[in-house]
C-alpha cells in the first residue's frame, strides 16, 4: 500500500492562496489516481479534486472549480492541491488519497493520508 503524507497547510485570510502538497511512498506511484477530499468539523469527508495517473484527466467538486487546481510530479511522487481566492467555508482538514486508475472515476480510494488543517478566516 502506498503511504502518503500532507503538508503545506495553515491559517490564511479570505482572498489568500494555499498550495498543499502530498507525498508517497512506493514504486508505483505513476499507476495510480490520486485525489484529495477535505472534512469539514461535524461534517462528512468531501471530494475535492482528482487527478489520473498521467494528469491527462482531471476533476472538481463545484465548489472549488476555477479557484483549485490538482497536479502532480511523478518524479517526485507527490500531488498538490493549488488553491487560490480561499474563503472561509473551505475552512477543513485536507487528506490526500491515492487508488487504482479507475478511482479517477469511482473516487474509491484505499489508502489515506492523515491530513493538513487549512483555515480561512473572513
Known amino acids: 500500500q502506498v503511504q502518503l503524507v500532507e503538508s503545506g497547510g495553515g491559517s490564511v485570510q479570505a482572498g489568500d492562496s494555499l498550495t498543499l502538497s502530498c507525498a508517497a511512498s512506493g514504486r508505483t506511484f505513476n499507476s495510480v489516481a490520486m485525489g484529495w477530499f477535505r472534512q469539514a468539523p461535524g461534517k462528512e469527508r468531501d471530494f475535492v479534486a482528482v487527478?489520473?495517473?498521467?494528469?491527462?484527466?482531471?476533476n472538481y467538486a463545484d465548489s472549488v472549480k476555477g479557484r483549485f487546481t490538482i497536479s502532480r510530479d511523478n518524479a517526485k511522487n507527490t500531488v498538490y492541491l493549488q488553491m487560490n481566492n480561499l474563503k472561509p467555508e473551505d475552512t477543513a482538514v485536507y487528506c490526500c488519497a491515492s487508488g487504482s486508475p479507475i478511482a479517477t472515476i469511482s473516487r474509491n480510494f484505499n489508502s489515506w493520508g492523515q491530513g493538513t488543517q487549512v483555515t480561512v478566516s473572513s
Open positions: 487527478i489520473s495517473p498521467s494528469s491527462n484527466y482531471r
